[in-house]
């Protein structure tokens, strides 16, 4: 083992070793928080239901880090603690963290994207949460301590950049989403995550361009068809292109659909209800 591997080992056992055991359960759900699919459909309730420019281009920016994400861990090919310090079972590759990384990018945005709050309350906020989300991947022996940090430092750098090149531009945030996964796509030598990256971006900017931003949903019966309806198969459409691994090809159509779903339901609603004539429940 090299010197640096060593001290990231000694620095993990040190900071699981500090936490009881009892705690262990509190940071497997708040692990759970980083998981990518959480603040997608808080931007995905938000583009639907609340502002759809500024919801479009938060969902640009999360799946372009997410691809960022994927890039970075097979650039590196870091392999991940001991299997025998991980509390849940994982594969993959460690650098960087992707839940600190993904927390980040995620909850970043969407402080820096709602403004109902003083700033030094949102970010506080922000950086109190990704932290737990950061120190409960070293908790569970999933990540080294460096993953973690290095994770937090590249997702605040791909928001300032992301933010200062996009400008608040749903159509430019889409643009850097199928950038940003295309250099996945070709850096993980077309993975199941980068294809599935890929395919949403492709999908979601597709269909903007076709659609523009329209109006958001307001009769309270469409919104329940969508959020008890539509957000469920989206949610399948991504559980199969992931968790089943099938074919790439099915991979990017599966994908593709996911990123046109999100992007397309409300606007398949409002034809809907143009066309049934339907009053505001």
């Known amino acids: 083992m090299s010197g640096s591997y060593l001290v990231m080992q000694t620095l993990g ?37 609340v502002d759809r420019e500024r919801g479009a281009h938060a969902i640009g920016i999360v799946v372009g880090g ?13 392999p991940r603690p001991p299997a025998e310090v991980n509390v849940v079972p994982i594969d993959g590759f460690s650098f ?22 003083p700033d030094y309350v949102r970010f506080g906020a922000v950086a109190v949460l990704v932290g737990l989300i950061a120190l409960s991947r070293v908790v569970l022996g999933v990540h080294f301590v460096r993953d973690v940090l290095a994770g937090i430092v590249f997702g605040v750098g791909f928001l300032v950049v992301a933010f200062g090149l996009t400008d608040d531009d749903p159509r430019a945030g889409f643009l850097l989403a199928v950038a940003v996964a295309t250099v996945a796509l070709l850096v993980s030598d077309f993975s199941t995550d980068g294809v599935t ?74 034809v809907f209800d143009r066309a049934g004539g339907t009053e505001p429940a």
Do not use: C, Q
């Open 96 to 117: 960087p963290s992707g839940h600190a990384t993904g927390a980040t990018i995620g909850y970043g945005a969407l402080a820096a994207v709602h403004d109902r709050f």
């Open 13 to 49: 056992d040190a900071v699981r070793a500090a936490v009881p055991e009892w705690m262990v359960p509190f940071f497997l759900g708040v692990t759970r928080l980083g998981n990518v699919g959480v603040f997608l459909v808080v931007f995905t309730l938000d583009y639907w239901f």
């Open 66 to 78: 997410m691809a960022l994400i994927t890039a970075l861990k097979y650039f590196f090919a870091v």
């Open 197 to 270: 990256l890929f395919g949403v971006a492709v999908g979601a900017a597709a269909v903007w361009e076709a659609t523009g931003p329209g109006s958001t949903v307001e009769r309270m019966r469409t919104r329940a068809v969508l959020v008890v309806g539509v957000l469920p198969v989206l949610a399948g459409l991504g559980y199969v292109a992931i968790k089943l691994v099938p074919p790439p090809v099915a991979i990017f159509a599966v994908s593709a659909a996911l990123g046109a779903g999100l992007i397309g339901a409300p606007v398949a609603a409002g």
